[in-house]
């Protein structure tokens, strides 16, 4: 049985005494620090941490410690996150053709290593359907091609919203999203890219990795924002690359760097070891 406990993530500017403060407080009420990891960024000038709280000893109620923080969350000028445990968060996952990254992802909430609930499984193209209600989730059939392409995304977002979804996994969603979309799930969208990133974005990257004769090649988990296959990197694989190799042995090595990427990606997303901090991610791995 899960323990009851709360995660915190927190960033503030760099100070002395904020562990110190952190730890009376959490002392203060009773509550037991599982983890506490920290990071200083000295160039930036910038504090991050995740807390990990067992809560069954608090002398108050959960929600009043949550609200109590906020008198020390404000004095250190922090932007800080709870959440309690346990959860599972409302996942959707968008695919198109491929079915390796989606094979993952419900393979792993199958043995509950992701705590996460899966809502549907949405594609614009119906080659992952038969996966998909194999393993018992509903597949939704959403056609954004040509002039389709808008109003697709328009119906796409109300079965989101409609579902209550938290996080929002692109298992090879071979689209690119509108900046409106990326704006509207800001911070809720993870994607698997084909490539170790910044080298070779775009559609093809295996392509240009043999013929540029690289030694390594990856896959890259990371946010998504408006701007193309440039959004914070949570996690990153990579495979060495022979000069026997053909592109199409790229691609299988490539696959296993993608499966693996994207199921650490999520993992460190779902269990709040992620805090965005402009275009990168500071995680912390478990």
Same mark, same amino acid.
């Given at each position: 049985?899960?323990?009851?406990?709360l995660?915190l993530?927190?960033?503030?500017p760099?100070?002395?005494?904020?562990v110190?403060?952190?730890?009376?407080?959490v002392?203060g009420?009773?509550?037991?620090?599982?983890?506490?990891a920290?990071?200083?960024?000295?160039?930036?000038?910038?504090?991050?941490?995740?807390?990990?709280?067992?809560?069954?000893e608090?002398?108050?109620d959960?929600?009043?410690f949550?609200?109590?923080f906020?008198t020390?969350?404000?004095?250190?000028?922090?932007?800080?996150?709870?959440r309690?445990?346990?959860?599972?968060?409302?996942?959707?996952? +968008?695919?198109?053709? #491929?079915? @390796?990254?989606?094979?993952?992802v !419900?393979?792993?909430?199958e043995?509950? =290593?992701?705590? $996460? &609930?899966?809502?549907?499984?949405?594609?614009?193209?119906?080659?992952?359907?038969?996966?998909?209600?194999?393993?018992?989730?509903?597949?939704?059939?959403?056609?954004?091609?040509?002039?389709r392409r808008?109003?697709g995304?328009?119906?796409?977002?109300?079965q989101l919203?409609?579902?209550?979804?938290?996080?929002?996994?692109?298992?090879?969603?071979?689209?690119?999203?509108?900046?409106?979309?990326?704006?509207?799930?800001?911070?809720?969208?993870?994607?698997?890219?084909?490539?170790?990133?910044?080298?070779?974005i775009?559609?093809?990257?295996y392509?240009?990795?043999?013929?540029r004769?690289v030694k +390594?090649?990856?896959? #890259?988990? @990371?946010?998504?924002?408006?701007? !193309?296959?440039?959004?914070?990197?949570? =996690?990153?694989? $990579? &495979?060495?690359?022979?000069?026997?190799h053909s592109?199409?042995?790229?691609?299988?090595?490539?696959?296993?760097?993608?499966?693996?990427a994207?199921?650490?990606?999520?993992?460190?997303h779902v269990?709040?070891?992620?805090?965005?901090?402009?275009?990168r991610?500071?995680?912390?791995?478990d």
């Amino acid at each position: 049985m899960p323990r009851a406990g709360l995660i915190l993530k927190l960033s503030c500017p760099d100070q002395p005494g904020i562990v110190a403060k952190v730890a009376t407080y959490v002392a203060g009420h009773r509550g037991n620090l599982v983890e506490f990891a920290q990071f200083s960024d000295k160039l930036g000038g910038k504090f991050f941490a995740r807390l990990e709280i067992e809560t069954s000893e608090l002398d108050v109620d959960p929600e009043d410690f949550i609200e109590g923080f906020g008198t020390l969350g404000r004095s250190l000028k922090a932007d800080w996150h709870f959440r309690r445990l346990p959860f599972r968060m409302r996942t959707a996952v +968008l695919v198109t053709k #491929t079915d @390796h990254c989606l094979q993952e992802v !419900l393979w792993r909430a199958e043995l509950n =290593e992701l705590p $996460v &609930e899966i809502t549907s499984v949405i594609g614009n193209r119906d080659v992952c359907r038969a996966v998909a209600e194999r393993a018992g989730f509903r597949f939704n059939l959403v056609e954004m091609d040509g002039e389709r392409r808008e109003r697709g995304f328009l119906e796409l977002r109300d079965q989101l919203v409609e579902q209550k979804v938290e996080l929002i996994v692109l298992a090879r969603f071979m689209q690119i999203l509108p900046d409106w979309f990326c704006e509207e799930f800001s911070g809720k969208i993870i994607n698997i890219h084909h490539s170790f990133l910044p080298a070779f974005i775009g559609a093809n990257p295996y392509k240009q990795a043999h013929e540029r004769g690289v030694k +390594l090649i990856g896959a #890259t988990c @990371h946010y998504v924002t408006s701007e !193309l296959d440039a959004g914070p990197i949570i =996690e990153q694989e $990579v &495979e060495r690359v022979q000069h026997f190799h053909s592109p199409a042995d790229l691609v299988r090595l490539g696959r296993d760097c993608e499966r693996s990427a994207l199921a650490k990606g999520i993992r460190y997303h779902v269990h709040d070891r992620t805090i965005l901090d402009g275009h990168r991610a500071i995680v912390f791995p478990d």
